[in-house]
């Protein structure tokens, strides 16, 4: 723990920025003891490091403006997360779908009959046969256009592979070194997340990529893994800039579709608000802690197609929201980024 002895001297606020700034961490990894999964600051850096020491005005006024910065961050990243929220919406009421209100409270919500018809040589959860699933499912047959499963779209479909670690050695006559997408990619939020140091490059066999047969716009979908908090069965799009930019595969919890006959976007946003009201939920069973989607019934899944020119105007609307969300985000980023300038150059000069 750091404080401040004297506040009249030195804001905590003021420790807390200086503590935090880019150059001065890096300096403090120089200091860096421990073992390499548990390595901490040396008390010597913290007893040699000295500390610019403005008027206390000048700290309060630098603290001030640090602080207006996080707030209008804060509400730019608030703007976002609303119009992020509302994509769903807007697809359902383009599609003419409301969804059933239901207060699980109640005892008539939760208890329900099966008909053993509909049960024998399938599977017993709950959860398939509750009222909220069938009246979800039921809110889908009440939309005004054309419904289809989601097989009868279906081009293709590959499941994935691990391959080997990429420091084996390996006949690269034989093998490719690709990126290869597993569920910790997935973003909740967009699409994949493959910026960051935490991607896998492994050897994938010639002839397993080639089957795979990975083209624009195939869809991901995650059909093992999950938790109690994040269900199976998250949905990606392999956009023309991903693949651009890498030799891409998929791990084998990763199931591959490639689609004809409808907007493979606008089936992607389509199966990421079904994921997002749970009705994808039921699709799931849980062995051993491990969560799996059930694929037949995912594939039989009914999907709600207006005409191409609609679908194409729902992409396009959508697309933009999530561009007006990202550029809410970079602008909140880039405001506290050029406070923490503006105070750095104040405090510690260029």
């Not at 999964?37 to 008390?43: H, K």
């Not at 409808?262 to 389509?270: A, H, T």
Request: aromatic letters at 8%; proline letters at 4%; charged letters at 25%.
């Amino acid at each position: 723990m750091i404080r401040s002895k004297d506040e009249n001297v030195v804001l905590q606020e003021y420790l807390l920025f200086l503590l935090r700034d880019e150059r001065i961490l890096k300096a403090a990894m120089n200091y860096f003891g421990g073992s390499a999964g548990q390595q901490r600051v040396s008390p010597l850096f913290l007893k040699t490091f000295n500390v610019p020491l403005p008027e206390i005005e000048e700290q309060k006024s630098y603290c001030e403006l640090l602080k207006n910065a996080q707030i209008i961050k804060q509400q730019k990243e608030q703007q976002a997360e609303d119009i992020l929220n509302s994509i769903d919406d807007y697809l359902l009421g383009e599609l003419g779908i409301k969804l059933p209100e239901m207060d699980l409270q109640k005892i008539q919500d939760r208890v329900f009959i099966v008909r053993f018809g509909e049960i024998c040589n399938g599977r017993f959860d709950p959860k398939l046969y509750s009222i909220p699933v069938k009246q979800l499912k039921q809110s889908l047959y009440l939309s005004p256009f054309d419904k289809q499963p989601l097989k009868y779209y279906i081009k293709n479909n590959c499941s994935g592979e691990w391959g080997k670690d990429e420091s084996e050695e390996v006949d690269e006559n034989k093998y490719t070194k690709c990126l290869v997408i597993r569920a910790t990619e997935f973003d909740n939020t967009y699409n994949l997340r493959l910026d960051n140091s935490r991607v896998k490059y492994r050897w994938i066999e010639n002839s397993k990529l080639s089957r795979m047969n990975i083209q624009p716009n195939d869809l991901l979908i995650e059909k093992s893994g999950g938790s109690e908090d994040q269900p199976v069965g998250r949905i990606s799009i392999l956009t023309d800039e991903i693949l651009k930019g890498n030799q891409i595969a998929y791990s084998n919890f990763i199931h591959k579709i490639t689609v004809d006959g409808i907007n493979p976007m606008y089936l992607y946003f389509y199966l990421r608000t079904m994921y997002n009201i749970k009705i994808t939920d039921s699709m799931q069973s849980q062995t051993n802690g491990i969560r799996n989607l059930i694929m037949q019934e995912y594939f039989d899944q009914i999907i709600v197609v207006p005409p191409l020119q609609k679908q194409q105007e729902i992409v396009n609307r959508i697309m933009a929201m999530r561009q007006q969300a990202k550029s809410l985000q970079e602008e909140g980023k880039e405001i506290l980024k050029q406070a923490k300038r503006k105070v750095e150059a104040m405090i510690i000069g260029e």
